[in-house]
């Protein structure tokens, strides 16, 4: 069984600041992990994955996230948000279906 | 010319009544999703198919049945709406197995009165 925990469900920060939403995953086999962002009204489109390799893994926007095994974790950061950052985020792990965390609330405020 | 798309939009029904939600995608996908994302934007998986075939069927109520007539379609018709079935249902695609993107629908939201 797998299960998905973001550890924040509201993150409000400054424009050009960073930012860092919280990830933690478990499961009993081997897992992709994913960040997809959600812009009002919209579906979602993901961001970046990891499915094996480099821990530290790139995606679109300047996100970045980390893989850390030991701490079956899988934390986004960005290091300077925009106003376009406001969006919902949502951590996912995929070992035979897709689930998704609650979500991070991202505010960026000028 | 838009990847993964539903109709409709948004759907205001009273209780009791039946109603359909379509999907389509245009990216030759062997796989297509419905999830639903209820008011605390919580997401569920509800359905899954690969070329047509029932693959994964969550907890989900029987008045919810899908279908897929090829692979490019995957339809969800709703019987007997109640309150809360109210939510945003999203359809998706994808390929490649378990590392594969998701690629998503822009959402159909319907509102049970």
């Known amino acids: 069984a797998q299960s998905v925990t973001q550890l924040d469900s509201q993150v409000p920060v400054f424009e050009e600041a960073p930012v860092e939403l919280r990830c933690n995953y478990s499961?009993?086999?081997?897992?992709?992990l994913f960040w997809y962002v959600q812009y009002p009204n919209q579906g979602l489109q993901l961001l970046l994955k990891?499915?094996?390799?480099?821990?530290l893994v790139k995606g679109i926007n300047g996100f970045e996230a980390e893989f850390n095994k030991s701490q079956t974790s899988f934390h986004l950061r960005k290091p300077s948000v925009h106003i376009s950052d406001t969006a919902e985020y949502f951590c996912a792990v995929n070992d035979y279906k897709l689930s998704f965390g609650a979500g991070t609330t991202v505010t960026v405020r000028a | 010319d838009t990847a993964v798309s539903q109709t409709p939009k948004y759907l205001v029904t009273q209780m009791g009544n039946d109603k359909s939600i379509k999907c389509e995608q245009n990216?030759?996908?062997?796989?297509m999703y419905w999830y639903k994302q209820d008011s605390k934007k919580f997401l569920k998986i509800m359905f899954s198919y690969n070329n047509k075939e029932l693959i994964i069927n969550e907890t989900v109520p029987n008045r919810f049945s899908p279908k897929s007539p090829d692979k490019a379609h995957l339809n969800l018709h709703i019987n007997s709406l109640e309150l809360g079935d109210s939510a945003v249902y999203f359809c998706a695609s994808s390929q490649g197995g378990d590392g594969g993107e998701l690629f998503f629908g822009e959402g159909s939201r319907l509102t049970v009165l």
């Open positions: 990891y499915l094996s390799g480099s821990t």
């Open positions: 499961s009993s086999v081997s897992v992709y």
């Open positions: 990216l030759g996908h062997d796989t």
